[in-house]
T-cell receptor
Framework: LAKTTQPISMDSYEGQEVNITCSHN???????ITWYQQFPSQGPRFIIQ???TKVTNEVASLFIPADRKSSTLSLPRVSLSDTAVYYC?????????FGAGTTVTVRA | GAVVSQHPSWVICKSGTSVKIECRSL??????MFWYRQFPKQSLMLMAT?????????EQGVEKDKFLINHASLTLSTLTVTSAHPEDSSFYIC???????????????FGPGTRLLVL
């Protein structure tokens, strides 16, 4: 399983863009990059998934450089309700390993 | 799409009793489901992979006789914590693979979790 490294915590303010970078130097050819959001006492919620280049959906964008050794989750114009733990996972669907995640705190 | 439910959402039981937690995929069929455990302020730890119609695959260090997993249908997996003890108190989360995601790769979708407190 590819090991991932992401910042432990990040602070932001309402309306700002938050970018969380995840390093995964030993990503395998078949691995996808998936990001989840988790609120306290809830199961992780799928945010976005990608393999290469850029992926965008209604809540976030995922930027993946050509070498795929890192990825950046971009949350546009965050609000207080975006305060959560964000996990970057690399692998295939049948084997995912959660790291410590990034605690994002959004302040008013 | 890709909704996973769990029941119960929380349970309190006495030490020595058994507790069953259900995990259902509501709008898709899942041949593979996963069970995780999460202690306070920690990340999710995979306990086992549940395969429909066959035995579950347990991660190293997880006692298969204590955490019984049954995946009898394509929409239901159950986790039974047998002879529960206070140290089994935790947040148990299931997930299921679905190809309803945005890519051609199956994605894991998670249930809301079950809080277990063993007294």
């Amino acid at each position: 399983l590819a090991k991932t490294t992401q910042p432990i915590s990040m602070d932001s303010y309402e309306g700002q863009e938050v970018n969380i970078t995840c390093s995964h130097n030993n990503i395998a050819t078949n691995d996808y990059i998936t990001w989840y959001q988790q609120f306290p006492s809830q199961g992780p919620r799928f945010i976005i998934q990608g393999y290469k280049t850029k992926v965008t959906n209604e809540v976030a964008s995922l930027f993946i450089p050509a070498d795929r050794k890192s990825s950046t989750l971009s949350l546009p114009r965050v609000s207080l309700s975006d305060t959560a733990v964000y996990y970057c996972l690399v692998g295939v669907s049948y084997k995912l390993s959660f790291g410590a995640g990034t605690t994002v705190t959004v302040r008013a | 799409g890709a909704v996973v439910s769990q029941h119960p959402s929380w349970v309190i039981c006495k030490s020595g009793t058994s507790v069953k937690i259900e995990c259902r995929s509501l709008d898709f069929q899942a041949t593979t489901m996963f069970w995780y455990r999460q202690f306070p302020k920690q990340s999710l730890m995979l306990m086992a992979t549940s395969n429909e119609g066959s035995k579950a695959t347990y991660e190293q260090g997880v006692e298969k006789d204590k955490f019984l997993i049954n995946h009898a249908s394509l929409t239901l997996s159950t986790l039974t914590v047998t002879s529960a003890h206070p140290e089994d108190s935790s947040f148990y989360i299931c997930s299921a693979n679905s190809d309803l995601g945005q890519t051609d790769q199956e994605t894991q979708y998670f249930g809301p979790g079950t809080r277990l407190l063993v007294l």
